[in-house]
């Protein structure tokens, strides 16, 4: 039998195209997992961050111009209201992130429902597709299905564990189209030596900006056993191309006038900061813990210059065991405004598989519904038109 679309994994975006095709539509997901679903099941704490109250195409790294026609046609309000309809209102918390209010398990018994007319082939892994006429083969590990459309929604590389792999790369490589390698990004970066006193301080948590390739992100910032985490870092980690980063460690201050107003008192308890932290910070610096009148000159500029613009340069990242997304993927040079690939028609490519990764907070979530219904509406058109 021959599918009108056969819909490479099992995951956000394929689950959103999915549900929107018709019954008549005859469509196959395939995914490598027993299960459909894994990240969703596991993301936000296992509430599923499902998107943004704030989103615009300036929380992505990618093509801007690319991203924004995507969210002018199915934005945070359209998904909200998807998945109201079907029954989970999200909740919003912190005054811009919405979740699932009890699970994520409640938004994938909805996907679950939705594309429970459509078939899966689980467990099985893609290895290869080919285009011979007007007709896709997909070659798995168990077999070969056939089909007139196909969508590569098999996501990005990182968590491997839940069935990522880098076959959408493999796929736009044997169409001849470009893409941008895999990196882990929403990661930790590890340390050089130089920032080892970092290690002493795991578990203190920190709110900072920071700057990281002229974009400046603010938020706290952890300090780990292995390095350093937190929504900050991980956010930093998505613009990160291997230079120094400046941190700033008193936002809401000026270290000048604290030490001003605090002549009597000591350094590390005038500082608006955990003592560890400004104890090991002073030991770095190899500036004593005095009273703030015994400071001289040169040494409140260097803790001013340090505090405020701490410049250093990771060793690198956790890598893709850890980290939330996968940056890069097909250049979106290469596809129509519907996710099709331009030179190959019938060919998609939505989700984390496409060169557009979002930061943390929902956005990538977002990207991956808008992608999978855009791409869906698509396929029921030209389905018709097919039919026609
Ligand atoms: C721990 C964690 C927490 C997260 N939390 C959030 C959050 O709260 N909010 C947010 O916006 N984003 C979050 N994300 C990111 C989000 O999960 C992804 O961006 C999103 O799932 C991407 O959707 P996708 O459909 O492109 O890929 P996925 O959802 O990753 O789906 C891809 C599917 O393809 C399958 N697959 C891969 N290779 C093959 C193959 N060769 N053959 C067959 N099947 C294959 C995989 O098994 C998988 O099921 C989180 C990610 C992680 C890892």
């Given amino acids: 039998m021959i599918y009108d679309t056969i819909i490479l994994g099992a995951g956000a975006s394929a689950l959103m195209c999915a549900a929107h095709l018709p019954k008549n539509h005859k469509t196959l997901l395939v995914d490598t997992n027993e299960k459909i679903a894994k990240k969703i099941k596991i993301s936000g704490g296992g509430r599923c961050n499902v998107t943004n109250k704030y989103v615009s195409c300036e929380n992505y790294l990618g093509d801007k111009a690319f991203v924004q ?40 018994d909805i996907f679950a429902k939705l594309t429970k007319r459509h078939r899966f082939a689980l467990r099985e892994t893609v290895l290869e597709v080919k285009k011979k006429e007007e007709v896709f083969f997909v070659r798995t590990n168990k077999r070969t299905h056939k089909a007139h459309s196909v969508v590569v929604a098999t996501g990005g590389a990182s968590f491997k564990n839940l069935g990522a792999s880098d076959i959408a790369l493999e796929i736009a490589r044997s169409f001849g189209l470009d893409y941008t390698p895999f990196r882990p990004a929403l990661v930790g970066f590890t340390l050089q030596k130089e920032q080892f006193w970092f290690k002493e301080l795991s578990g203190v948590s920190i709110d900072v900006v920071v700057t990281v ?21 991980l956010n930093s980690s998505l613009y990160w191309k291997k230079g120094v980063l400046e941190v700033d460690f008193l936002p809401q201050s000026n270290l ?3 030490m001003k107003n605090g002549k009597k008192r000591f350094i590390s308890s005038v500082l608006p900061l955990p003592k560890r932290f400004s104890k090991a910070f002073l030991k770095h610096l190899d500036i004593e813990d005095k009273e703030c009148k015994k400071v001289s000159k040169e040494e409140l500029s260097m803790l001013y210059e340090n505090f405020h613009s ?20 097909v250049k979106t040079q290469e596809l129509s405004e519907n996710f099709e690939v331009k030179k190959v028609k019938n060919l998609y490519f939505i989700g984390e598989s496409v060169d557009v990764t979002g930061e943390l907070g929902g956005y990538n979530f977002q990207w991956a519904f808008g992608s999978g219904k855009i791409c869906a509406q698509f396929l029921i058109n030209r389905g018709s038109f097919i039919l026609d």
């Fill in 69 to 108: 026609k995507v969210l002018q046609r199915f934005g945070n309000d359209e998904l909200l209201e998807f998945i109201a309809q079907n029954g989970c209102d999200a909740r919003l918390e912190k005054g811009r992130f919405y979740f699932c209010p009890k699970s994520s398990q409640q938004l994938i």
């Fill in 213 to 233: 390739e002229e974009k400046k992100l603010q938020g706290s910032m952890l300090f780990a056993h292995r390095g350093i985490s937190g929504p900050v870092v």
């Fill in 256 to 258: 000048i006038e604290l």
């Fill in 310 to 329: 701490y410049r250093f340069a990771p060793a690198g990242n956790f890598g893709f065991s850890k980290a939330e997304v996968s940056a890069g993927g």
